[in-house]
Structures are given as C-alpha cells and as structure tokens.
C-alpha cells in the first residue's frame, strides 16, 4: 500500500515555510493592513506561529495567493525563493547546509520534498550529457504555479549560488510564455532563460553535480539525513497523491498502467482515487498524459530518440497515432518539438 | 497620514455638531412637507464631497502650509454648505445674521483653497526637481518600487523606446550594474539589511548623475542607468566612477561595516530595450573573477 497526503491534510509546520512568508510580508509592512490577508490560511495573527500548529497545503497555497495579491509586485515570489532554502526545518536544513555538492544536495531536496519544499516536487533526472531537474506540481494548484515555479526555481538557484561558492551555470526552462517581467528571472536565476518549454525544468551539465563545495561535509549531511525520520517521523516525508501517482506511472509506464490496478497498489477503491483526484482539479488520464509526454520529451532530449523509438517505448501501436497522442498533450507536434530541443546550444 | 491630522478632524467635527446645535437652538424646525429636496440633495452633497476632499488632502499628504490651505478652505466650504443645508430644515428669522455668514464660509473657502493651490503648484515644481533623475518627463506612481523609489524595469523599457523614438540617430548609452556578492549580504545581515544596501547605493547612485540621466531599479540588486547624449566610452567612464563612488561608501549594519563593491556593463541604446537588456544581463552575470569578489571569498573563508 502506498502512503499519500492530500491538500485538506494539515501537516505543514506553520514555523516552516508559511513563517518566512509571514515575516515577509511583514517587512513588506502587510500586516499594517489588516488581517484580509490572513483569511483562510488557518493562522490568527501575524506573531510567530505555536510550534506544533499545521496547515495544509491548501492554507499555505492560500496564503501565498493573499500575500503576493496584497503585494502586487512581480519580485514577491522571487524574493520568497531567495529565504526559502536551506531554511530552519531542522535536520534537513542541516543536511542541506552540510551538502558536499550538487548531487548531494538535490537528494536531499528530493528524498525531504515533503518537507523541504511541499507545494512542489523536484526531480533529477541525468542522461545524455545533461543533468535536468524538473519540478511538478504537488496539489493541484494550476492558477498559482508560474508564480510557485519562479518561487521553487530561485530558492534552489540561490541555495546553490550559495553553498557553492559560485552561480553555477543553470539554464531554465519553463512551460509558459516569456513573462512581462523577465528582467527578475534575469536577476534571480540567469540570463539562460527558454520559454514555451513544455516543462518546468532547470538543465546543467552533469560535471558540476560532483564538483566538491566549499564547506560541504558529506559524512555530517548523510547523518543528519538519518535523524531526519527520528526527528519528526517517517510519514512527516509522506509525499503528496499527485507526487505519489507520478511516481507511479513513471515507473510503471511501460506497462499500461490502469486506474484500476493503480487503486488497488495504493489500497483504495477506484471511485475513492477518482474522488481524491477530483478534489485536486485533475483526473486519471490528464495525469497519464502528463507523465507520458514527460517521458516522450526527456527521450526525445537526452537520448536522442524519434518518433518511432518513442512510440514503441511508450507502447503505442505505430508513430502516427503517438504522433496524434503528442499533439494532444502539448499542442506541438513531436517534430517541431524535437527541432526546437536540437537547435539549443549546448550546455557549459 | 490622518493621525498626522487628528487635530484637525477633531475641530472641523465640532464645527458641523456646533452648527447643528445653532440651528436646532435658535431655528424653528420646518414641517415635513415644506423640505425641498433638490436644495437638500445639492447642498447636502456638496458638504459631503468637500468633507471627503479634506479626507483624501489630509490623508495623503504630511503637514506643513499646503495640507494646511488645501485641508482648510475644503472644510470651510464642507461647513458653509452643511450649514445652507440646515436652513432647509430649521427657519431661521429674518432678521438674523448669523447665518448669511455661515454661509459666505463657501465663497471664503474657495479663495483659501486657490491660494492653496497656488503654493502647491510651488512645491511641485521643487519636487519635480528632485525628481527628475528618477522620472524624466513622465510620471506614473505605479512604476516605482517601493524600497528605492526609484523606477521600474518596464518604466526603464518604456524610457528607452521614448529615447529612441525622440531623437532618433543620436547616442544614448544604457548601464547595468550590480552588486558584488549581494546575496550573501542578505544571508549574513538579513534581508531588512539588504534593502538597507539598496536604499543607501541608490542614493550614492543618485547624487552622482546628471539632471537628464535617469536611474531604475532593474530587479533585484541590478540598477539601471539610461544616459542620452553620452558615448559608450563615456558612460563606461562614469560607470567606473559611479563603482568608486559606493566603494568608497561607509554602509554600516548592525554587527559591523559592509563592504560594498559594484561591477558594470554598458552598451548603446541602439536596439530594442528587450534585446539591449537580455545582453546585458548575459554580460553582467558571468562569473566574476574570484579575486574581485571579496565578499565571497570571505564567505568561504
């Protein structure tokens, strides 16, 4: 059976990240306003929140959208991502502080999602001669996510720049249109900037994953991994239905994966799936869809595939009805798409 | 802003119960049917909108002769026009003269409020000087950024095709420059500090430029300069003058002096303000060379 939180589960300490949102808005002097902006985030007031108070993903997303609406001002989520990691959660923060380089720390980031960055999920993928971390979304929260991306981009940008000693050279892609205001990309992230990317991604060259950081300490961030469960308990890195599910059809996605077999691998009945689902704006083939043209892209990318190859890969009868399936999924046919990937420059 | 004013709201509230009471004590209440309405609507609405122009004066502007003329001559007018208005409730007799100076309060007001407005127009002009490197020849409140108060990117764009477009052929030079290392100030002394650096280079910044050059806030810790009339050998010059400038500059925090240093590109103002800007931005985020970045270095260290 496999474990999952939903958006209504109360499970992020509020001292977390929602206190460094507060004490954003604070030094934004929000809370001179009124108490408008607090209103459906589960939180009373602007002091520093009791130590065992939770939200849930869904008050968080709230007070997100409250703060960066009062705010109106295209740096907020920029900014936020500048505090947001390593962060004061405890051991993760630590193990990411002791990180003794990329790899290591994007592990961390990966295997204390739940935690270290809840509202998205980051994953690493190395192939091909290029190392991509790409980000999906944890809760269903479409309306927000440009602005979560930007947020999820700059704090891992700005952790690295950091930690690192150096601003390592990232090239950001992002499934949207170029931004009015891409000068805060330029700034916060880089001037490596792709739109219309199909994908929330950031791509290096694998060589600096393993280049040593200036105080990293490999054998204290594996310990202070291992505190990590003692410390708040193995659920606390439970990840969310939609990070569950991708995890799921990425595996098994090679094997017509149904909604079916799926419910029962979890432990629930399937209307109780489509209802969970439901409740986070989505539904069984959307995720299906998103997970398999992830895979089309990536194969597409790092190993050079085409049509053909892809379609048998992903099970498909011949490359015409892949090709049919890709339009549907991205509005771009595979070719266009594949041209658009090839005539990138390489990385640095 | 309106506690600034309490004084004020207090006296002009007691005038309107005071001339309430006037009225009620020496008027004789008229019956129901004898009101007329269109002199209650258009009298009565007249004392209220003056009222709200002494809310939307005194809330939006500090103390001093202006607010005061502004503020004042609005109540009076407020109060006149209360009182006109009260005379379509109480009769009040013939031969009283009281309330004709009531009254003339409107008139008296609408002198105090164009004197007002004749210092106004003073002080604007004082601070459109003041302004001037920030704005240039527009004003738009909503382009500004609210640490700084300097403008904006999409302002700086805006100024850019204005440039070209005004005088096309001539030489415009456009800067970046950043701050070395401006993350770790924010990691180190707190984010507050951070806007505190940004406040005082702003400034530095300011001091050091012409009246017809303009100074933005790009984003972040990146500022902006745009310099007609300037070559780009001449603006690399006064860009190099302008890092000096803030490295010679004492910014103190809390726990000790930050060292702040600026690194800079420049090019000409020749081409869209996108693609000017995107180059720029490449230009200036290369990696530094490690020995020109004393802050990081003392990180690590």
Known sequence: MIGYRQSGDSFIPARHQPALVLDYARSRELDE???????????????????????????????????????????????????????????????????????????ILSAGQARLCPLLTPRLREEGGMAVLYWSDSFGAPSQLPAL????MTAVTAMCRWLGGER??????????????????QVHLGSDLRFNCHLDAMLINPAWLDRPWPRGNGMAASVAMHSVADEAGAEALEPSLLTALYDYLLAHIRLG????????????????????????????????????????????????????????????????????SFKRWTGLTPSLLRDGLLSIPQLI | MLQLHRSTLIASGLAL?????????????????????????????????????????????????????????????????????????????????????????????????????????????RLNEH????????????AFDRITQLANADYLRRQIRHEQARRPGQQCALVLLDIDGFHVINREFGQSEGDRVLQAVGHMLLLNLRNDDLLCRYAGD???????????????????HLSAMVGQMRHHAKSGRVHITL???????????????????????????????????????
């Open chain 2, 131 to 142: 302004l001037q490197k920030r704005e240039r020849l527009f004003r738009d409140h909503r």
């Open chain 2, 222 to 240: 990146r500022f902006a300069l745009l310099l007609p009339d300037t070559s780009v050998a001449e603006a690399d010059a006064l860009a190099s």
């Open chain 1, 168 to 185: 390592l050279p990232w090239r950001y892609c992002m499934n949207r249109g170029a931004p009015a205001h891409i000068e805060q990309h």
């Open chain 1, 257 to 324: 994966p149904t909604l079916e077999g799926i419910a029962a691998d979890f432990g629930i009945s399937p209307a109780t799936l489509k209802r969970h689902l439901a409740r986070h704006g989505s539904h069984f083939q959307a995720e299906l869809d998103q997970v398999r043209a992830h895979v089309a892209i990536q194969l597409f990318q790092m190993r050079g595939y085409d049509n053909e190859a892809v379609a048998q890969y992903l099970g498909f009868h011949d490359a015409t009805n892949f090709r049919r």
């Open chain 1, 149 to 152: 991306v930007e947020m999820h």
């Open chain 2, 17 to 125: 119960l005071a001339c309430v009471l006037l009225y009620s004590t020496l008027g004789v209440a008229k019956a129901f049917h004898m009101w007329k309405w269109t002199d209650i609507v258009s009298e009565g609405g007249t004392a209220v909108m003056a009222g709200s122009w002494v809310l939307f004066t005194l809330s939006s502007r500090p103390g001093g002769l202006v607010t005061r003329l502004l503020a004042g001559g609005l109540a009076l007018i407020m109060i006149g026009s209360f009182a006109d208005c009260m005379d379509e409730f109480f009769a009040i007799s013939k031969t009283a003269r009281w309330d004709h100076w009531l009254e003339a309060m409107v008139p008296v007001g609408m002198l105090v409020v164009t004197i007002g407005m004749y210092y106004w127009r003073h002080e604007q002009f």
């Open chain 2, 263 to 301: 690194r800079h590109a420049s090019s000409s103002a020749d081409a869209a303000p996108e693609v000017l800007l995107t180059e720029l931005s490449r230009v200036i985020s290369q990696p530094a060379q490690p020995a020109a970045d004393p802050r990081i270095a003392a990180a690590t260290a």
């Open chain 1, 33 to 107: 306003q009124d108490e408008l902006v607090l209103r459906g985030t589960g939180l009373s007031g602007w002091q520093m929140p009791a130590a065992d108070s939770t939200l849930t993903p869904a008050q968080y997303l709230q007070l997100l959208a409250n703060v960066t609406r009062a705010l109106d001002s295209p740096d907020t989520s920029f900014m936020l991502g500048q505090q947001m990691l390593p962060g004061h959660y405890g051991a993760l923060s630590h193990a990411l502080l002791q990180a003794q380089n990329l790899r290591q720390a994007l592990q």
